[in-house]
């Protein structure tokens, strides 16, 4: 029997989980909710119903893992809490400061009702969570750095969206070369945030709007640009849609370590990804975790779970067997 699962929000991410699920000969696409009309959402696999999220409830029978993909902002802290009242469910909840007060929601509401959820699914937070633990524990000696990108920040193109006189863009996160270097060459340095990272934004003007006004409220906004070295480019509005249509990103964690009676021997791990479609890989790793979602639900465990709770295995479609000969 197939592993069934439901997509609560069909955007970017919605969709790379459907054709995720279409690479996972155990599991089915048992049906899409949406806020939208459905009769507006045209979705890739046939057959399956598009519903309203408000006939969610009547699923309850019908869905093993619900996927939840809305955004980490406002949707998923309201209705992950939400939905594990009804369904064992998975979220990619990466607002990183916010995980432990989403996680103790989560928790309540999942025992409450006897479901499995698992939040903070991806990437980062996610596959580079787990690199960052596995290295902290076997270097307990040493420093951790996180470098995103070459990639497109959605946040901060949004950000830039949000300027007056912009029309459009896109912001790449882009990491220092040297910086990345002088930590893959053992040296440990300690790095502020403006020699990590710098930022590149592509921005289309609406007509008659003041470039320099713009670039200056682009490179001054806190929190975004102000504390990193950023390039402002002017485009048109057809370079953006010819040269900037993709979701690329990726990135690097690294851990600098000593190990040795005095500390005298050093090791670097490195971790990394290039992403040509970043809710894509996203989608791939969230409907990995659904598996283990199924999977420890039906030996009745309930309550929240974090990447780093799952035991590898868990996300396989292979058995025991079959890992320990092919991968061990």
């Not at 607002?95 to 996680?103: D, G, K, L, S, V």
């Not at 103790?104 to 499995?116: F, I, M, N, T």
């Not at 270097?139 to 006189?165: M, N």
């Not at 002088?182 to 710098?198: I, S």
Request: a negative charge.
């Amino acid at each position: 029997m197939k592993i069934r699962i439901g997509i609560l929000g069909y955007g970017n991410l919605g969709r790379g989980v459907e054709c995720a699920i279409k690479q996972n000969p155990d599991m089915e696409l048992a049906a899409v909710f949406t806020r939208r009309d459905p009769k507006t959402v045209s979705i890739l696999t046939p057959g399956v119903p598009v519903c309203l999220v408000s006939e969610a409830e009547k699923w309850t029978d019908k869905i093993d893992v619900m996927i939840l993909c809305g955004g980490s902002a406002t949707d998923l802290p309201v209705q992950t809490p939400a939905y594990a009242k009804l369904f064992n469910v998975v979220d990619s909840f990466d607002t990183h400061a916010h995980i432990p007060e989403h996680f103790a929601r989560v928790d309540a509401a999942a025992k409450e009702s006897g479901k499995l959820g698992i939040i903070s699914v991806g990437w980062d937070p996610g596959l580079f969570s787990l690199n960052r633990m596995y290295a902290n524990a076997v270097l307990p000696d040493g420093k951790d750095y996180t470098f995103w990108g070459k990639g497109v920040s959605q946040g901060h193109s949004d950000a830039i969206r949000r300027v007056e006189g912009v029309k459009d863009a896109k912001q790449y996160t882009i990491p220092v070369e040297s910086a990345l270097e002088a930590v893959r060459g053992g040296q440990a340095p300690d790095l502020t945030t403006r020699e990590k990272h710098t930022r590149e934004c592509f921005v289309v003007l609406e007509e008659g709007a003041d470039a320099a006004k713009v670039e200056a409220a682009i490179k001054t906004m806190p929190d975004y640009f102000a504390d990193y070295d950023t390039t402002v480019h002017f485009i048109s509005e057809e370079e953006l849609k010819r040269d900037h249509s993709g979701i690329p990103h990726g990135g690097f964690v690294l851990r600098s370590g000593h190990t040795g009676w005095d500390g005298q021997t050093k090791h670097v791990i490195e971790y990394s990804l290039k992403l040509e479609s970043n809710p894509e890989f996203t989608s791939s790793v969230i409907v990995a975790y659904a598996r283990a979602a199924y999977r420890l639900a039906k030996e009745g465990q309930s309550g929240c779970r974090t990447v780093f709770d799952i035991a590898p295995a868990y996300l396989s479609a292979l058995s025991g067997e079959e890992l320990r000969k092919t991968m061990l």
